[in-house]
């Protein structure tokens, strides 16, 4: 490519839209961690009910999010 047809603008747009699908994806692996790590401490407090029930109900799987600090 010449220096002529360096577009920066064009650039920077091709930066952010990496940077956000990299941070997409960063956010989906710590989402899946935290549901994951839920999940096997309420399997390990033996909270079956309420493992079903966060399975289907987010605002409850939020509220057990908090309460275990995830």
Do not use: P
Not at 13 to 41: M, N, S
Not at 62 to 68: A, N, R, S, V
């Amino acid at each position: 490519m010449l220096v002529a047809e360096y577009d920066y603008d064009m650039d920077i747009e091709v930066q952010r839209e990496e940077a956000f699908k990299e941070g997409l994806e960063e956010g989906r692996e710590e989402g899946e961690y935290r549901i994951t790590e839920l999940y096997r401490k309420l399997m390990t407090d033996n909270r079956m009910e309420d493992l079903k029930k966060s399975m289907s109900n987010a605002e409850y799987q939020k509220q057990l999010l908090k309460e275990y600090g995830l």
